[in-house]
């Protein structure tokens, strides 16, 4: 059974800090998301993550995969206060074509404080 | 509109009722999703469809059933509701991951159930 385990599960951070969330998951996957939820609204997709060694950015927001240790790590630099809000990692444990649907971890919720 | 559509946005409902939850995307993707969100346990998945009258269970299938009889639909029936069914409830879709240049999920606005 794939498991998805996020930390951490709260952050409050000030505005201008760096800080790193972290995903690890039980299973051999080539594909990780991350998503952004917003209170009250849906999931917007943030990064997918499909090989070994993947770097993504996205203003001040950089993801990368680690298929070997099975993690992967959201990196906020600089943060400000409109990335509050709760980050998902996700993981499709089918390898290759097709897919399974996505395995989530628990969300992490971030507060920026001015 | 182009996307993903679900409704209705807002559902309450009684315990023993059957309640369907609509699905809708234009973008004529292979893979549609449920899943469904509940406090403390992130989003877990339910049903999936990899094409037209191709369905399979998730990790949480009891009590819900799925149909696909068109590649744009994806309905979930609650056949008898249960208060521990109230959630919210994401619907999904994407292409068929291998073949296609992205392998994003995306995800629609959500419908908001309460059984009581």
């Known amino acids: 059974e794939l498991k998805v385990e996020q930390n951490p599960l709260f952050l409050s951070m000030q505005e201008g800090k760096n800080y790193t969330i972290y995903c690890n998951y039980s299973t051999t996957s080539d594909r990780l998301y991350w998503y952004r939820q917003d209170p009250g609204k849906s999931l917007e997709s943030l990064f997918v993550l499909l090989s070994n060694g993947a770097v993504k950015q996205e203003g001040r927001l950089m993801a990368s995969l680690d298929t070997k240790a099975r993690l992967s790590t959201l990196h906020i630099t600089a943060a400000v206060h409109d990335l509050s809000a709760t980050y998902f990692c996700?993981?499709?444990?089918?390898?290759?074509?097709?897919?399974?649907?996505?395995?989530f971890g628990k969300g992490t919720h971030l507060i920026i404080q001015p | 509109d182009a996307g993903i559509t679900q409704s209705p946005r807002y559902k309450i409902t009684e315990t023993g009722r059957q309640v369907t939850l609509m699905c809708h995307q234009t973008?004529?993707?292979?893979?549609m999703f449920w899943y469904r969100q509940d406090l403390g346990h992130g989003l877990r998945l339910i049903y999936y469809?990899?094409?037209?009258?191709?369905?399979d269970k998730g990790e949480v299938p009891d009590g819900y059933v799925v149909s696909r009889s068109k590649t744009e639909n994806f309905p979930l029936t609650l056949e008898s509701a249960t208060r521990s069914q109230t959630s919210v409830y994401f619907c999904?879709?994407?292409?068929?991951?291998?073949?296609?240049?992205?392998?994003?999920?995306?995800f629609g606005p959500g419908t908001r159930l309460t059984v009581t």
């Open positions: 999904a879709s994407s292409e068929f991951p291998g073949t296609a240049v992205s392998y994003e999920q995306y």
């Open positions: 469809s990899a094409a037209a009258d191709i369905t």
């Open positions: 996700a993981v499709d444990k089918r390898r290759g074509g097709g897919a399974d649907g996505l395995t």
């Open positions: 973008w004529s993707h292979s893979y």
